[in-house]
């Protein structure tokens, strides 16, 4: 079945270290997107890559690092400089972004980084 | 810049209510109109969907009608079920603006036995 698939799902950090969330898509998807939501909130965008080795920071990318090597794969680095890290990440991805604003986002289940 | 406002919540219902939620929009040129929803703990699903004007999207009972005049699209279920109980989010996207979703702050439903 296609679909897009975050791992792990829940993850722990100690403070001053960098940890790296996993997404990763078979649905052939162009673009791809990294959303933080925190208890009670909506989504806030962090970083999207429209293709393959190009990326666009969001609204709140301070703190946070991506790359797209491949076209299936969209790893999130959450790095120490990021002040309070603890939150639900959430990754998603859409056909073709300049052609499809009809489609929907196809989203990962999520993962729950804690910081200890 | 593209917006979404949805009703503040939480909202609580008994089972069998009638469900309306609000969302309005402000948004350039024509976006698509989604409702996704939100199960503890998981990412977000998509709920239904309309693409133009006086559309009405449906799914599981749920409807919602893109009404441009008003730049709304309220989602309603005539008896919610326990079943139900989720965080809903409006959400609005273009072809433009590199296709990014413009997500509501969602609205958390509970609904009672």
């Known amino acids: 079945d296609g679909g897009i698939t975050q791992s792990p799902k829940y993850l722990f950090r100690k403070e001053g270290q960098n940890v790296t969330l996993s997404c990763e898509q078979n649905?052939?998807?162009?673009?791809m997107y990294w959303y933080r939501q925190d208890p009670g909130q909506g989504l806030r965008l962090i970083y999207y890559?429209?293709?393959?080795?190009?990326?666009q920071k969001g609204d709140i990318a301070e703190g946070y690092s991506v790359s797209r090597e491949k076209k299936e794969s969209f790893p999130l680095t959450v790095t120490s400089a990021q002040k309070n890290p603890t939150a639900f990440y959430l990754c998603?991805?859409?056909?073709?972004?300049?052609?499809?604003?009809?489609?929907?986002?196809?989203f990962g289940q999520g993962t729950r980084l804690t910081v200890v | 810049g593209d917006s979404v406002t949805q009703m503040e919540g939480p909202v609580t219902l008994s089972e069998e209510a009638f469900l309306t939620i609000n969302c309005t929009y402000t948004?350039?040129?024509?976006?698509?109109l989604f409702w996704y929803v939100q199960y503890p703990g998981e990412g977000l699903q998509l709920l239904l969907k309309?693409?133009?004007?006086?559309d009405k999207g449906s799914n599981k009972g749920f409807e919602a009608t893109y009404r441009k005049e008003t730049t709304s699209f309220h989602l309603e279920k005539g008896s919610v079920q326990v079943s139900d109980s989720a965080v809903y989010f409006c959400?609005?996207?273009?072809?433009?603006?590199?296709?990014?979703?413009?997500f509501g702050d969602g609205t958390t439903l509970t609904v009672k036995p």
């Open positions: 998603a991805s859409n056909p073709s972004w300049s052609s499809q604003g009809n489609t929907e986002a196809f």
């Open positions: 649905l052939n998807h162009d673009a």
């Open positions: 890559s429209q293709i393959v080795n190009d990326f």
């Open positions: 948004a350039t040129g024509y976006p698509s």
């Open positions: 309309a693409t133009k004007a006086d």
């Open positions: 959400a609005l996207r273009r072809g433009t603006n590199a296709g990014k979703s413009t």
